[in-house]
């Protein structure tokens, strides 16, 4: 009778351990860890001049997400413009208005969200740095007219290609993670800053849809939050699976 009681007990202790192995070598982090993490991503953000090129992430996939609408829209982009201070502009002709000037914050919750999707796919984990690295890059080649866009777009592609100098995927998986919580939560708080200001992407959406800014504004406040909220039942799922 002993032995039948333990066997369960020892299938169980096997299933679990099973179980966490599969969440790790998912790449998806316990919600313990996820919490640790996205304190830590938040604690960066708000750490002077160490969240500068963080915020110039942020700043990029906003600015690249304007010229991705601009061009579905079949307008034509000039080029970007990246400052210091995390502002950015993007210079185009034509496309949909509401569209382009739609997409920069909602486009950077996206993108950290499809960050922090790639950081659960270890096997693919340096082909995704490789793959952002050059996307930076041609972004450059292509949109990058002044030199200090392009020294921060040379700042941004050495953030991203010079962790595949590391061994261990592990980190490079964790890294990638944090960049990814980093950037949803810069586009959840970037938006914050137009309320009360006379310009910027709400000012102009509000001129040209008759919808009150703060409106535009709420919609990007809330599209960060539920990027968020999907990384966490990404974590959530893997655990209860």
């Known amino acids: 009778m002993l032995d039948d009681q333990k066997t369960p007990h020892r299938s169980a202790s096997l ?41 110039w992430l942020e700043s990029y996939f906003h600015e690249l997400s304007h010229g991705i609408a601009t061009i579905l829209s079949s307008g034509i982009v000039s080029h ?10 993007c210079f ?32 693919g984990i340096r082909v995704s740095f490789a793959l952002l690295g050059a996307l930076v890059v041609l972004s450059g080649l292509l949109w990058g007219r002044d030199l200090l866009t392009l020294a921060i777009l040379a700042v941004l592609t050495i953030i991203l290609l010079l962790p595949l100098r590391l061994s261990q995927n592990k980190i490079l998986t964790q890294f990638l993670r944090i960049i990814g919580l980093m950037i ?3 586009a959840l708080a970037s938006p914050t800053v137009l309320l009360g200001l006379g ?17 535009w504004v709420g919609m990007w406040l809330l599209s ?9 039942r990404r974590v959530d799922k893997a655990a209860n699976g």
């Open 199 to 215: 310009q910027g992407d709400a000012v102009m959406l509000a001129e040209r849809s008759w919808i009150p800014a703060w409106i």
């Open 92 to 123: 185009s002709q034509g496309g949909a208005p509401l569209l382009i000037g739609f997409a920069g914050y909602f486009g950077a919750a996206c993108w950290g969200y499809l960050i922090y999707l790639l950081a659960t796919w270890p096997k």
């Open 184 to 186: 949803m939560l810069n």
């Open 15 to 55: 299933f679990s351990s099973s179980k966490l192995m599969g969440t790790a070598a998912s790449g998806v982090p316990s919600r313990g860890l996820f919490v640790i993490e996205l304190v830590f991503a938040l604690l960066i953000t708000r750490i002077p001049y160490l969240s500068v090129p963080f915020k």
């Open 80 to 89: 970007i413009q990246l400052f210091p201070n995390g502002a950015g502009f």
């Open 224 to 232: 960060s939050i539920c990027a968020l909220y999907f990384a966490w």
